[in-house]
């Protein structure tokens, strides 16, 4: 066997590996989620994604990646005209919650990246992503994968945590926490081209450690 072919072998067990320890993670936290999320975490991407929705036109198919319990898809379809409202999870807990408080109209157990491949071109209207890309290093497919499954001028909103080029001159970190950060640069350099930037936005995503964790918001539209 080549080296390259160990190297690819090596790469796909570590994904593989990660993916099984979030699914764990969330089946675990599933039943404290929101309680712990909006009372103790101060969790602001609801909010956020509430204000950013008034400037949404109707949106005949959504799909939410990483939807969790769907704290965000709720809200989104609290506030715009949402046909099919799509999410998608690893973990089996977190989506019986979100089937349990309803608001979507399919949910399916996968890795996100997995789910995209399947969606057919031009097919979505907004991706939604929130407090998901955290959990992933490389933002490359799934940028690349959602600019072809948004039908030209879909939307993508997403927040990533914010790095600055100092603690991430190469675009993205992971940090002691074990998730990943991504500074502007990376995000621009990556949608640079296929999608204009409507809207990106630093807030203060969550309470980490006691202290209010800085992320970026962003909302962009596919160039035709
Ligand atoms: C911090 S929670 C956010 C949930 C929801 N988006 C929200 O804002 O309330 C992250 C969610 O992403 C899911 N997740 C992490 N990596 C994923 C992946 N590669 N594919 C699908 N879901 C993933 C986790 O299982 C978890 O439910």
Known sequence: ???????????????????????????????????????????????VLLHKAQLLPALPRVV??????????????????VGCLVGVDLSACMLARAKQEGGYDELYQRDLLAHLQREGSGAVDLLLACDVFIYLRSLEKVVTEGHRVLRPGGFFFFSTEAATVEEAPEGLVQRASGRYAHSRDYVEGLTDRRFQILDAETIDLRIEDDLPLPGDCYLLQRLP
């Open 1 to 47: 066997m080549s080296a390259s072919w160990i190297a690819q072998a090596e790469r796909l067990v570590a994904q593989t590996r990660h993916r099984l320890e979030v699914e764990e993670e969330f089946d675990e936290y599933a039943g404290e989620f929101e309680k712990h999320l909006l009372t103790v975490l101060d969790y602001k991407l609801p909010e």
């Open 64 to 81: 939410d990646l990483g939807c969790g319990t769907g704290l965000c898809g709720r809200a989104l379809r609290s506030r715009a005209a």
